[in-house]
């Protein structure tokens, strides 16, 4: 599928999201950074007449991530 011209697939059909729970995945590093990622899903679509070899509807989707980085008052900082 390419882009179509407002950024959704062509031939196919935006689904409206209802309701989203989107977490915060943690990491922690050993030189004491912790790392704050989220992914935040900006549109669904599903395919306009395409199934999976089970049946199912194929989607596409369209995300981005949210990170945020937190490095210990120790670390080396660029000067």
Known sequence: MNDGVNGSPQNSTEIE??????AWSFYRLSDGTTLRIKPV???????????TADGEPVYSMKSTLIT?????ATATRPS
């Open 68 to 72: 945020d980085v937190r490095a210990p």
């Open 17 to 22: 999201m209802i309701e989203a729970k989107e």
């Open 41 to 51: 899903m900006i549109g669904v679509f599903r395919a306009d007449g395409q199934q």
